[in-house]
T-cell receptor, first 111, second 115 residues
Framework: AQSVSQHNHHVILSEAASLELGCNYS??????LFWYVQYPGQHLQLLLK??????LVKGIKGFEAEFIKSKFSFNLRKPSVQWSDTAEYFC?????????FGKGTSLLVTP | DGGITQSPKYLFRKEGQNVTLSCEQN?????MYWYRQDPGQGLRLIYY???????QKGDIAEGYSVSREKKESFPLTVTSAQKNPTAFYLC??????????????FGPGTRLTVL
């Protein structure tokens, strides 16, 4: 069965630090990959997605992610985090009808 | 304003009662989905519907039921058979079902507490 694994459940960073959140999936076929973010009290919203082409995708608010097919990975990065990036981040994979989510990473950015 | 509305935001029910959560979208999307979010568990798919009058079970459908009589509405009933119903429920929609690169749009969620 398809699964998505996020390695870090809780991350605490100081403002201006660099961020990398790990995401690995287990599925041998064609997949489409997503990162969603849930800010406190807000809807889940799309940060970025990959479905073909350049494996380095850029999303909103300065986030980017790199699809490495050989490693089954889709890690999320941001060079310099801000306090407003405090949120929960979900990696998701879709190979057919619906999204399969990881368990999420809670990011706290301290001033 | 286009989007997905879920009501109510908070819902309390006594154990053994069925409860129906509302989900409405005015995005003209064909596909709709219900997920359950528990702390540390991520989101898990309960049911999805690719088109009106059709729906399929997701990974954790036991104890839940849905209907899709109208394109814009996809209500979820949490029955008394659901052993652990207290959770945050999220409804989502996408333009087409079965197209895996389509983005899903999410509603604000309903937090159900069973006492």
């Amino acid at each position: 069965a398809q699964s998505v694994s996020q390695h870090n459940h809780h991350v605490i960073l100081s403002e201006a630090a660099s961020l990398e959140l790990g995401c690995n999936y287990s599925y041998g076929g064609t997949v489409n990959l997503f990162w969603y973010v849930q800010y406190p009290g807000q809807h889940l919203q799309l940060l970025l997605k990959y479905f073909s082409g350049d494996p380095l995708v850029k999303g909103i608010k300065g986030f980017e992610a790199e699809f490495i097919k050989s490693k089954f990975s889709f890690n999320l990065r941001k060079p310099s985090v801000q306090w407003s990036d405090t949120a929960e981040y979900f990696c998701a994979v879709n190979s057919g009808y619906a999204l399969n989510f990881g368990k999420g990473t809670s990011l706290l950015v301290t001033p | 304003d286009g989007g997905i509305t879920q009501s109510p935001k908070y819902l309390f029910r006594k154990e053994g009662q069925n409860v129906t959560l509302s989900c409405e979208q005015n995005l003209n999307h064909d596909a709709m989905y219900w997920y359950r979010q528990d702390p540390g568990q991520g989101l898990r798919l309960i049911y999805y519907s690719q088109i009106v009058n059709d729906f399929q079970k997701g990974d954790i459908a036991e104890g839940y039921s849905v209907s899709r009589e109208k394109k814009e509405s996809f209500p979820l009933t949490v029955t008394s058979a659901q052993k652990n119903p207290t959770a945050f429920y999220l409804c989502a929609s996408s333009i087409e079902g079965g197209i895996s690169y389509n983005e899903q749009f999410f509603g604000p969620g309903t937090r159900l507490t069973v006492l």
